[in-house]
């Protein structure tokens, strides 16, 4: 008579066992099957730092009991030794918590009350469990180990001031990690959903993407502000002056689709850029220079540096040397918040604050927020703010502005959207706005200024017929001068 076989299953297939059949059904498959599929593509990104971080403990634990416990989180399976090391050291049940996180990771991301009650039921479970269950079988089990280890380890959180600095350390090691994963996994599905709709050119070991609609000439070049995707602002604006002539943007170093430059990008870096861009994609000059907000002090730059190629300019609510003087003062200041801006984007922090108050109420919101808030474009935004010293000293050494380049200065009737939350900084900063926009107006002979109505600080976006009429007044001033 044949002998009975008996099958052994590798230790870590019985831990990657228990971990599906238990944290992996309770965290990922019952909550995903609650909300699948009609809220799949409504998950908030606020979720995603609880649910990562949740991730990132849990499979800590699952390692504690696979090594030093030497067995599963399974009862079926359970750890031979006493596990207390680790996450173990400050709470006598950390997967638990771990697993807690996920969900309320996951009821957050989703805005679920059915998996908020899930959440709150699975929670009010696990101390059940823990109270009624598990502890007396393991009191049982390990006798006085256990005892002498539930007396110095709360049953969930930290109690006394060693336990709480390891919970705090344990905190700063795995958000980050968190963060980063999170940020990563947002960038990896922006640029799957949203691939550029231009084309890129090589600008010297960089890539710049460039798009361009219409026909005619002379070419319109929309220089946009610091923030965004440059080359999408402004979409009504764009359309209506390409029925007229060519229109094109861009987006500078870092933002959008664009690889990033040099830590520190001063205007005359900025505007060589503009330059090295027209001619190797090519575009033929001159051009119409439409620039907004911080854009401004671009294409000042280059209309200074290049006026052979520029036709004519449209400031709108934009910077000009003439601020710098006053922004001096803050140089120090912003070159230090830099860095702890650039960090946070890096870890999605910028993301999930949502500055801009971009939101994600349609398909063109997503995408702007994906490429918004990367560390690629927050880093090309401090690089210009670290620049700015270099481009005062740049300012002062450059070729004055043409005085006879056709100029419209237009300025917006409120400035409170500069840079949203930050209302004291922009009356520091701007405070004389309009004065420096008339003055740069009076600059040329064939200057204007103007304030337009119910106008908000990107008048590109706020009033798009009132822009479209002044530059294509130029364009039609240009065409009729050259006839």
């Known amino acids: 008579m044949a002998g009975k076989v008996t099958v052994q299953i590798p230790r870590l297939g019985r831990a990657v066992g228990a971990f599906l059949a238990l944290p992996g059904l309770v965290a990922f498959a019952v909550p995903l099957l609650l909300v699948w599929p009609g809220s799949a593509r409504l998950f908030h990104p606020i979720g995603i730092a609880p649910l990562a971080a949740g991730v990132v403990l849990l499979l800590w634990c699952v390692r504690d009991f696979y090594v030093t416990g030497q067995g599963t989180l399974a009862p079926w399976d359970p750890p031979r030794r006493l596990v207390m090391v680790g996450l173990y050291r400050i709470s006598r049940n950390p997967m638990y918590v771990a697993v807690t996180l996920v969900l309320v990771g996951w009821a957050a991301g989703f805005q679920s009350w059915l998996l908020a009650v899930y959440t709150l039921t699975v929670a009010v479970a696990f101390h059940l469990r823990v109270v009624f269950g598990e502890e007396p079988w393991l009191a049982r089990r390990h006798g006085a180990a256990w005892r002498q280890y539930a007396a110095s380890v709360p049953r969930w959180m930290f109690l006394g001031r060693r336990s709480l600095l390891i919970f705090l350390l344990a905190a700063c090691v795995a958000l980050p990690v968190a963060g980063l994963l999170f940020e990563a996994l947002v960038e990896a599905r922006a640029a799957s959903r949203f691939p550029p709709p231009g084309r890129f050119v090589d600008v010297g070991g960089r890539r710049l993407h460039l798009l361009c609609i219409g026909a005619g000439e002379p070419t319109v070049m929309f220089e946009a502000s610091g923030f965004g995707v440059s080359s999408l602002a402004a979409p009504d604006l764009r359309e209506r002056v390409s029925a007229h002539t060519r229109t094109c ?7 959008g689709w664009s690889d990033p430059g040099p830590g520190t990008a001063s205007s005359f870096a900025l505007a060589r850029d503009l330059a090295v861009l027209q001619d190797r994609a090519p ?8 620039a907004s907000s911080i854009g401004g002090l671009t294409t000042e730059m280059f209309a200074r540096q290049y006026p052979e190629r520029v036709a004519g300019l449209v400031f709108l609510d934009a910077a000009s040397s003439g601020n710098l003087p006053r922004w001096a003062s803050r140089f120090a200041i912003g070159r230090v918040l830099t860095y702890p801006l650039s960090a946070a984007a890096w870890i999605g922090l910028i993301r999930l604050i949502d500055p801009f108050e971009i939101g994600r109420v349609s398909e063109a919101a997503e995408r702007s927020a994906a490429l918004t808030y990367g ?17 005062l000293r740049e300012f002062e050494q450059a070729p004055l502005l043409a005085a006879d380049v056709p100029l419209i200065v237009l300025s917006a009737a ?15 900063l701007w405070a004389d706005r309009l004065q420096v926009h008339q003055q740069l107006a009076a600059r040329s002979t064939h200057g204007s200024w103007h304030i337009v109505p119910d106008s908000e600080h990107l008048i590109a976006s706020s009033q798009p017929d009132a822009v479209a009429e002044a530059i294509l007044a130029m364009l039609a001033e240009i065409r009729r001068d050259r006839r």
């Open 283 to 290: 575009l033929h000059p001159p051009f119409i220079v439409v």
């Open 414 to 428: 409120t400035a409170k959207d500069v840079i949203p939350g930050a209302g004291r900084i922009v009356d520091t």
């Open 375 to 391: 560390p690629m474009a927050v880093g090309s935004a401090a690089s210009i703010v670290r620049g700015l010293p270099a481009s």
């Open 249 to 255: 943007s861009y987006d500078r170093m870092g933002m």
